[in-house]
């Protein structure tokens, strides 16, 4: 589906999303309409579908970030997926396989919002138990 081009045109923009066509077709080396042609192929096909912001370091430092842990009654599964994607401070949740049935990224602004947004989550209907891992340390992340 991709190429070698494609793939280097792809970590580019993980970098710099914002970087312009010129710059991204004089790091790869290829013409202007090269680039654009290959851009819009990857948007068209689904292989990007869409550009975010990234957060910068001093914010992101100032962040209390955790790893929730969340067991589901199996009845309310979809219930309780559109009550955790309503709630603006989980940046993504996951299906898992093992006790828990997902697991929650949750942002806080600090402690005490991250137990405010952890009794939200426990509170909502579906959700048997959490449990709750907070991040101490970004060691790398992609």
Do not use: P
Request: net charge neutral; aromatic share 4%; no cysteine.
């Amino acid at each position: 589906m991709i190429n070698s081009h494609d793939e280097k045109l792809i970590a580019l923009l993980r970098s710099n999303a914002r970087a312009s066509i010129s710059e991204l077709a004089r790091s790869l080396d290829l013409s202007r309409s090269t680039v654009q042609s290959r851009l819009q192929k990857l948007e068209q096909s689904g292989v990007i579908q869409g550009y975010s912001v990234e957060f910068g370091k001093e914010y992101l430092s100032e962040l209390v970030e955790a790893h929730v842990s969340i067991k589901v009654k199996q009845k309310l599964t979809t219930k309780t997926n559109i009550a955790l994607k309503h709630l603006n401070n989980i940046s993504a949740l996951y299906a898992i396989s093992g006790e828990y049935d997902m697991i929650a990224v949750v942002e806080a602004q600090n402690l005490q919002q991250l137990s405010t947004i952890l009794d939200d989550i426990g509170n909502l209907e579906g959700v048997e138990r959490t449990n709750s891992s907070v991040i101490l340390e970004t060691k790398f992340k992609r």
